[in-house]
């Protein structure tokens, strides 16, 4: 036998295959008999090697193996095929590279021949291959080539399939074809996949995968890369779904496939190619490389058949408008509508329209998407291979759980009936008004919950909801939350809530059922005390009962817990105050007139009636707000229209949210800050319900973040009017995208005003 680069002789041991030769015996390392042969398939000078000898050595390996011997002839007779190269073509230094386990990464083809034009299809792909290289792994380009499948191609042959005219889309069901009459072609994600995994590579990346067409539930247009992640075991890093396909559905059939999805970073928002956000959570989320490994490397150790979806969303510099890409998307669909233009031809002809049709834009999201997908994909194959080969040796990494403690809210559910008056004046008497009635779900609680989860911020959740028509409505709704510990309570009725807004949008009357509120009781608070002695917040609301928050204020002073409290309505805002259970209270958010209940239970003087000019409705503020500041580190008042004004403690000219942070020094003094509301039409205004809780949920989420005051109160801001525009209390268009500390720094605000309160 001639000796070879990259065959030891060593002592036999596990996964060994021993041969002898010429007086020789060798050792050498392979997973699987395929490995094995399709190592010498490749060596440069294997034509030397008998074809007779090598068939010995595979009837002996087999044989040595004993077991499973129909596997391994199955297994053998795939090999042969890859031996006389009938299909596949491994480039040397992929084959290299796989046979020393060092990290490889797949790369489509079809962006290249279909997805953009000459020459500019070629230099992005000579980046995404630069961008696996430098980020430590392999680059793998699948493409097809004269009726052979390339996994890794050299510069000219990315070239000649970046300038050809007429080489075909090659997905699953091309693949005899384009092979039997020696074609060409750009493999799609489920064709790249399947060579992907002949080749043993388990990390794919990619731009964007198919899906669902929109208008699918009637043409059933949906593309084979979906049923391909459900029975190929190869993980696809991309920036989500295509924007033109119908992403809700898309998810739905990845769920039906058996397809793992999780978004990849901080937020479950899951993205939709060219915008950050689509409006779906993913059903999961990993933060880094290391997460996302372990999720493979879990679904690779179980043999699952299906393929894993890491969703990375578009950097937030380069991601285009939602708004922009989906009236765009729609003149696109008009245009393929009316040219007839369907199945593999609608996705190249959309994006072709899209490009044109935004000035460019989405191909400059594209390119981005595709760059940053590279460098996260990369990254996930080098850390997948490094545990990969830590598991092999039998040392695991002792990982250490990154993940930050849950923040907690404890509080109401509630299904809202919200009724709008269509006419300015509401009548009385008995008199029906004409106006829209819509069912939505709320309660101050889950509102918290809901936007902490869509800041990326997901909280355990505390509640009781009954086991009735409401409740399932309710747990389907907030799946994008932690509602893994919500009670649910045979012969209680799900709390419901009727609220009648006036035209303007302004609560005229409510009514609400919420005995069920009272189940959220110490007992079952208390299964959750360690949950409660790590979070690094605690939330509640005045729907919990009394002795509940009691609990929580003695959880808070033994364990030095940040706590907010947030009233709910004029009636339940007083509960810790009538006890000192209050002084171990962090922050309270109240309205005014919920400020002016708590200081009328505190005994302390009160205004003879409210203010409603903006001057005066701040000193009354500040006034009622400066006996509580002995102990809370921050009063909120939220003053509706008028904006939010924050008392607390003061250094250097700022009120400090973060807990602790003025604990050690006397320099602090009392100030308020005021915060003018984002304005927003009247008639733009749907549903003033939420709003509140949003701008208290924003507030949080920012300080969750470390961010500064300003950032922390402006994010509250935008969130609270998104949620004046919706119909539901928390709007669905919340996401890290739309409230973060970019946006808030890319909008010009009105100047803050600040008083001392010494």
Known sequence: MLETPGVSRQSPGQGLFTFQDQGKRWYVQFHTVTSLLNY????????YLRTIRIHKMIRKITYSLGRHVSAVACETTQVRRFLHGAYFKIQPSVQEALMEGRPV?????????????????????????????????????????????????????????????????????????????????????????????????PVFVTGGIGGVHRGGENTLDVSADLTELGRTPVAVVSAGVKSILDIGRTLEYLETQGVCVAAFGESREFPAFFSRQSGFQAPYRVRDEEEAAELIASALGLGLSSGVLIAVPCPQERAASGQVIEEAIQQALSKARSKGITG????????????????????????????????????IAVALSKLQKARSKGKLPQRKDTTPPQPVVIGGINVDFIAKAQNPVILGGGQTNAGRVRRTFGGVGRNLADCLSRLGRTPLFL???????????????????????????????????????????????????????????????????????????????????????????????????????????????????LSDSWKALTYISPNLQELRAINRTLGNPLPAELPSRLEDVVQ????????????????VVTLGAHGVLLCGKSLGGSISLRPGAHEQTAAASLCATHYPAIHISREEIVNVSGAGDSLTAGILAGMLAKHDTDTCVRMGLLAASLSLRSYEPISPEISTSSVSQEQVKSRSWPEVKVWKMD
């Open 40 to 47: 010498f398939s490749f060596l440069p000078d294997f034509c």
């Open 105 to 201: 990464v797949a790369l489509e083809s079809t962006i290249i021949t279909h997805g953009m034009t000459y020459p500019q299809n070629l230099s992005m792909a000579r980046e995404v291959e630069e961008i696996v290289t430098t980020n430590g792994a392999v680059p793998a380009t699948v493409g097809i080539l004269r009726g052979r499948i390339h996994v890794g191609l050299t510069d000219e042959e990315l070239e000649f399939l970046a300038s050809s005219k007429n080489v075909v889309k090659v997905s699953r069901r091309d693949l005899p074809y384009v092979l039997s009459q020696g074609l060409s072609g750009g493999t799609t994600v489920s064709g790249t996949m399947i060579a992907a995994h002949k080749a043993g590579i």
């Open 344 to 379: 593999k031809e609608l996705t190249p002809f959309m994006l072709q329209k899209l490009n044109e049709l935004t000035d460019g834009k989405s191909l400059d999201s594209n390119l981005a998407l595709i760059q940053n997908n590279a460098r996260v994909g990369s990254c």
């Open 463 to 577: 509640s009781a909801v009954g086991k009735d028509e409401h409740s399932e409505s309710i747990l389907h709704y907030c799946h994008h939350m932690d509602m893994s510990a919500v009670l649910q309570l045979e012969g209680k009725s799900t709390a419901t809530y009727c609220a009648v807004i006036t035209s303007a949008g302004e609560l005229s009357v409510g009514l609400g059922d919420m005995d069920i509120h009272h189940q959220i009781t110490e007992q079952y608070v208390s299964q959750f005390k360690q949950n409660l002695c790590q979070a690094p917040l605690v939330c509640i609301d005045g729907n919990v009962p009394l002795s509940t928050i009691q609990y929580v204020c003695q959880l808070a002073r033994e364990h030095q817990l940040a706590v907010c409290y947030e009233p709910t309505d004029e009636n339940k805002a007083s509960k810790p105050f």
């Open 620 to 635: 009354t503020a500040m006034a009622l707000a400066r006996p509580l500041l002995a102990h809370l580190r921050c009063v």
